[in-house]
């Protein structure tokens, strides 16, 4: 079946670092690719998306390209703030016919001033 | 409300007790999702509604799980006889069209 893997965290950077969190799938056909992130304290709340192949989807400063060739769809961001400081999921809908939500274990980013 | 709700917000209970969680979606939103996020373990799907009617239910862990949706639009999830491995947060979330997930607060499930 479909499936979503990510990197394992935390992630602890300094503040401007760089951020890449890896994520590749596996699925049948071409589903929609999803970041969402949960910031402490509140609800998951969709950060970015790309519903086809070579589609950038970007918000709030972080990036992510849907490579079909690769399978992978890796969240980057050139220069993390505090604020950013969040658990990030990546996910994607099932191509089995419905609109089933499959999310990755999520990654704890952690960034020091 | 504009967001999506959930009640309660936390629930402590024994185990063998039975507990219904409650999730009140944006209105209009015909799709309806059920996920459970335990510690270090991530999303795991538990249901999805279309309408009424529940085309996906596999993410069910046991027959002690059980879920309805009514009117298009408030869900319950039932838990009988709950165990302590039950415990973790159970989220909501809604959607029109198959695309964004707006997802509620949660529910924070203690079993003793």
């Known amino acids: 079946g479909d499936s979503v893997t990510q990197m394992e965290g935390p992630v602890t950077l300094s503040e401007e670092a760089c951020l890449t969190i890896n994520c590749t799938y596996t699925a049948t056909g071409y589903p929609s690719l999803f970041w969402y992130v949960q910031y402490p304290g509140e609800g998951l709340q969709l950060l970015l998306k790309a519903t086809k192949a070579d589609d950038k989807g970007s918000n709030k400063g972080f990036e992510a390209t849907y490579r079909k060739e690769t399978t992978s769809f890796h969240l980057e961001k050139g220069s993390v703030q505090v604020s950013d400081s969040a658990v990030y999921f990546c996910a994607l809908t099932s191509t089995s016919g419905t609109y089933k939500y499959i999310f990755g274990t999520g990654t704890r980013l952690k960034v020091l001033a | 409300g504009a967001g999506v709700s959930q009640s309660p917000s936390n629930k402590v209970t024994e185990k063998g007790k039975d507990v219904e969680l409650r999730c009140d979606p944006i209105?209009?939103?015909?799709?309806l999702y059920w996920y459970r996020q335990s510690l270090g373990q991530g999303l795991e799907f538990l249901i999805y509604?279309?309408?009424?009617?529940?085309?996906?239910k596999s993410g069910l862990p046991s027959d002690r799980f059980s879920a309805e949706r009514t009117g298009g639009s408030v869900s319950t999830l039932t838990i009988q006889r709950t165990q302590q491995e039950d415990s973790a947060v159970y989220l909501c979330?809604?959607?029109?069209?198959?695309?964004?997930?707006?997802f509620g607060s949660g529910t924070q499930l203690s079993v003793l």
């Open positions: 209105s209009g939103h015909t799709a």
């Open positions: 509604f279309q309408g009424n009617s529940a085309p996906d």
């Open positions: 979330a809604s959607s029109f069209g198959g695309e964004k997930l707006f």
